[in-house]
């Protein structure tokens, strides 16, 4: 079955697009990615993206535009990867909006911002959408949803391998050995921390807007760390919580980075914003590699997302990770912008399939689920909204 996958992250750049072919059993499938296209949001639809998703209020009219306009980002971000319409299926994460982790006594929930209708007739084909929902119905955290995929698109190997995902906010996978006592242990997963949403906007503020992001980490590298105040933002509640956890811009957003430049002006009067960034860019690093020595460490700690084009996160992160062999997922067939889009086009294939695409042992919900509704285009054959159904 050919699939576009959609994927817009939470850094809110735009819609990464992937076209591929899933077959054999959805354990251990036959995959061929055959193209990938990626659309930005246009700076103003970006912009309110972010205002909106930190809280900024918005008239009920206001919210709906905001929602078909990012649909139709969407749209041609899926005609531009595939514009022989080959897809039977595209599977889309939507546009994350806010996201709450379950507490006690309060289950989680989770927007991801989409009209699935309108995104299935603009591409003429079914769209499964909503993937979070069934796993917090089942009191998961509804995220992170790819280390299931990570693990049936890559494999295993003679250790443990680390799949990590620089995007807005860092996501971890942990995939068990093929040989060895740790083989029969579970494939896990969890948010760390921030990646790049405190860096972005950092830069964005201290370019007054000229800057959307601190290219390559050329500013940063100008700058230094405050050793001293990172080792005090390593202690802090989420980042010592034990996973199953989740997290976006609810926590590591504009107030968080507010309260973060506040503690490095008190640290030291003469900090720059060459520093601050620095620090910031560290701390993406060290979230990990602190997570990365909370159990055996990996052979291997495979990269993707945004982040990889930011040079000083990655000498950070290598610098902080020592004894892995730190490396592209690109190395692996797998593009730095195409892992999660193809995540979730491996989802809308296990979606057809009835299989199971969340993991218990990653989102801490009762069972595996069926993740993702479906959206028939409205012209067409089909049956409207389906839920997917639980699974073992």
């Avoid at 909503?130 to 295993?156: E, S």
């Avoid at 790049?196 to 800057?211: K, M, P, Q, V």
């Amino acid at each position: 079955m050919w699939v576009v996958g959609l994927m817009s992250g939470t850094s809110a750049d735009g819609v990464d697009a992937v076209l591929a072919r899933f077959g054999g059993s959805p354990r251990h499938p036959h995959w061929r990615l055959a193209n990938a296209a990626s659309v930005p949001y246009p700076d103003p639809l970006r912009q309110r993206l972010i205002r909106y998703g930190q809280g900024q209020a918005l008239p009920a009219g206001a919210v709906l535009d905001l929602v078909e306009d990012l649909t139709e980002v969407q749209a041609e971000a899926a005609r531009r990867c595939d514009p022989q319409r080959r897809a039977e299926r595209v599977g889309c994460h939507g546009q994350t909006l806010w996201h709450r982790p379950p507490e006690p006594g309060r289950p989680g929930a989770s927007w991801q911002a989409l009209m699935g209708s309108m995104l299935a007739e603009r591409v003429g084909c079914p769209v499964i959408f909503d993937f979070r929902a069934a796993d917090l119905a089942l009191g998961g955290q509804g995220a992170p949803l790819v280390p299931a995929t990570d693990a049936a698109l890559l494999g295993r190997i003679g250790g443990w391998r680390a799949v990590l995902n620089l995007g807005g906010i860092a996501n971890l996978t942990l995939i068990p050995p093929d040989q060895g006592p740790d083989r029969r242990q579970p494939v896990r997963g969890w948010d760390c921390g921030p990646a790049n949403t405190l860096i972005d906007l950092a830069a964005h503020g201290f370019s007054e807007g000229r800057l959307r992001f601190d290219e390559e980490g050329r500013w940063a590298r100008q700058g230094r760390v405050d050793e001293r105040l990172l080792s005090t933002w390593l202690r802090e509640p989420y980042l010592c919580q034990p996973p199953p956890k989740s997290t976006g811009r609810e926590l590591f957003g504009a107030e968080d980075l507010r309260r973060r430049l506040s503690a490095l002006r008190a640290s030291n009067p003469q900090t720059t914003p060459a520093d601050a960034l620095a620090t910031l860019t560290a701390f993406s690093a060290a979230a990990v590699a602190q997570d990365l020595r909370g159990g055996t460490p990996p052979l291997e700690l495979l990269v993707a997302g945004g982040g990889t084009r930011n040079g000083f996160l990655m000498e950070q992160l290598r610098r902080r990770c020592r004894g892995m062999a730190v490396r592209p997922l690109a190395e692996r067939g797998i593009g730095d912008l195409e892992r999660e889009a193809l995540a979730f086009a491996l989802l809308a294939w296990w979606h057809a399939k009835a299989y199971p695409g969340s993991l218990p042992s990653v989102t801490g919900a009762r069972q595996g689920a069926v993740l993702g509704v479906r959206a028939n285009p409205p012209s067409g054959q089909g049956h409207g909204h389906e839920r997917g159904r639980t699974g073992a």
